[in-house]
């Protein structure tokens, strides 16, 4: 796999502009006491590990504590839009960095696997670091704490999966499908409406068509509410946590569709969905994008 394929992987994706994607979607940064009682709450009646949860309030106080809340929603909900999306993170990397200087902090691949590593089994794993991984490997070993169970279970969920040079999503989830039944990757809980799940956006990258492959450019968690859904995610290593209320799985789809679907004209497939080992109900491409492009 080429270096620069590697690098590519390396940190959640880069977030493009986002228009509003729901009249009734709201956020905020997980930067008040309440709302990280809201969501340890939640966490834990969705099943996630107790541990795992105050691991991650762990994180989340950690990373403020750094870095502070200028230009973030420091209390309550704010409406999705296109704005919520936008911080300065060069501020942000230069105070985690004054704090922090040999430890890159977390990204949403290890903040999602963390809490949900108790309800992901993985029966045959990889048993080599892939290379595009390398830098959520060096946050893990130098983040001071065990957070993971198995690393290498980590590894597995997330390693590349080589697949064909073409713009079909069908085959490209099938693709992805087989390489984790041969790890024996599996979601015990799959299909039970009170658990939570990995919400996986997988991305196309080809340097050239012999060199193509899937690999998860961006996770998250999705816990089931009373009254909707509500996602949790780390933006990069260089951004906030979010925490984002969605009536419906359709606007999360479409949330994360205008995120990350924003290439045109391009011989790669457009991201997809998966939750759990399932492509997202109600997956469709990038509302805003042009008709005509990667159907």
């Known amino acids: 796999m080429s270096l620069m394929l590697g690098v590519a992987l390396s940190n959640c994706s880069s977030r493009p502009n986002a228009s509003k994607v729901s009249e009734t979607a709201v956020y905020c940064h997980l930067f008040d006491p309440a709302s990280q009682e809201e969501v340890s709450r939640a966490m834990m009646r969705s099943g996630l590990a107790e541990a795992n949860v105050s691991a991650f309030i762990e ?68 048993q080599e670091r892939p290379e595009t991984l390398f830098f959520d490997d060096e946050a893990l070993d130098s983040c001071g704490r065990m957070l993971l169970h198995q690393r290498d279970n980590f590894y597995s969920v997330f390693s590349p999966v080589p697949t064909a040079y073409d713009q079909e999503i069908k085959g490209h989830v099938s693709r992805m499908q087989e390489a ?62 979010m925490l984002i209320r969605f009536p419906d799985r359709t606007a999360l789809n479409d949330y994360l569709m205008r995120m990350y679907d924003t290439e045109w004209g391009q011989p790669t497939a457009s991201p997809f969905l998966l939750e759990n080992d399932e492509l997202l109900e109600g997956y469709r491409p990038n509302p805003n994008k042009p008709t005509g492009q990667d159907e």
């Open 180 to 241: 984790w039944r041969k790890m024996g990757i599996s979601f015990p809980h799959k299909g039970d409406p009170t658990k939570a799940s990995l919400i996986s956006v997988v991305m196309h990258s080809a340097i050239t068509p012999e060199d193509s492959y899937l690999f998860v450019g961006h996770a998250g968690v999705l816990i089931p509410t009373d009254d909707g859904l509500l996602f949790v995610e780390k933006l990069s290593f260089q951004a906030p946590y």
């Open 59 to 126: 994180s989340v106080r950690q990373f403020y504590d750094a870095v502070g809340g200028l230009g973030l929603v420091r209390e309550g909900y704010e409406p999705l839009e296109e704005s919520s999306t936008h911080f300065d993170a060069e501020m942000i990397q230069m105070a985690w960095d004054a704090r922090y200087p040999s430890f890159a902090g977390y990204n949403c691949r290890i903040t999602s696997f963390a809490l949900l590593q108790d309800l992901i089994r993985v029966d045959h794993p990889i």
